[in-house]
Antibody
Framework: QITLRESGPTLVKPTQTLTLTCSFSGFSLITRGVGVGWIRQPPGKGLEWIAL???????RYSPSLKSRLTITKDTSKNQVVLTLTNMDPVDTATYYC??????????????WGQGTLVTVSS | EIVLTQSPGTLSLSPGERATLSCRASQSVSASYLVWYQQKPGQAPRLLIYGASSRATGIPDRFSGSGSGTDFTLTISRLEPEDFAVYYCQQYGSSLTFGPGTKVDI
């Protein structure tokens, strides 16, 4: 059974760096075709893709956020960590991590965490 | 970056009716990379369709996807009460983008 859970601060101040951890179980990030992505959703708005890391450590970033993002994986801990620098109130959103497997769901995210709401405010 | 446009923004229908949702891309998208999700209030998105037309595990056959190039469609053949939600399309070419969503309400 695949599960993912996001953890991190619920409140950050403007200009601070956000660090979120996705802890997962039920799959391995060394399996060919598997990836973990981050997607966010501002309150009442649509989905925005942020970053994606693949089994082979290939990393992809949203062009609009690339300069502020880092995604890493720790396969021994079954975790993926996202950092987003220079936080701004417009970054207030629910942040989701999600699983993808090319062999099972193509380029879709088939398992999602429950999401964590991050508010940016002084 | 490929921009996805979804129409209509809101679709008002009744249970039992057919829903047809459109997703149009600003440039051609490989059908292999076109995905649809359903999202209900307070919940994470749920994968419905991948590869433009393949249903994800556990998705009822009233959901179907079609299309190619720049035009893709999600069809719900007979709306059930639990289908009233927001639907997003997503593509993953050189980058990954979501459409703005279509709300299906009663």
């Amino acid at each position: 059974q695949i599960t993912l859970r996001e953890s991190g601060p619920t409140l950050v101040k403007p200009t601070q760096t956000l660090t979120l951890t996705c802890s997962f179980s039920g799959f391995s990030l060394i399996t060919r075709g598997v990836g973990v992505g981050w997607i966010r959703q501002p309150p009442g708005k649509g989905l925005e893709w942020i970053a994606l890391i693949h089994w082979d450590d290939d990393k992809r970033y949203s062009p609009s956020l690339k300069s502020r993002l880092t995604i890493t994986k720790d396969t021994s801990k079954n975790q993926v960590v996202l950092t987003l620098t220079n936080m701004d109130p417009v970054d207030t959103a629910t942040y989701y991590c999600a699983h993808t497997d090319l062999a099972v769901a193509g380029t879709g995210f088939d398992y999602w965490g429950q999401g964590t709401l991050v508010t940016v405010s002084s | 970056e490929i921009v996805l446009t979804q129409s209509p923004g809101t679709l008002s229908l009744s249970p039992g009716e057919r829903a047809t949702l459109s997703c149009r891309a600003s440039q051609s998208v490989s059908a292999s990379y076109l995905v649809w999700y359903q999202q209900k209030p307070g919940q994470a998105p749920r994968l419905l369709i991948y590869g433009a037309s393949s249903r994800a595990t556990g998705i009822p056959d009233r959901f179907s996807g079609s299309g190619s190039g720049t035009d893709f469609t999600l069809t719900i053949s007979r709306l059930e009460p639990e289908d009233f939600a927001v639907y997003y399309c997503q593509q993953y070419g050189s980058s990954l983008t979501f459409g703005p969503g279509t709300k299906v309400d009663i």
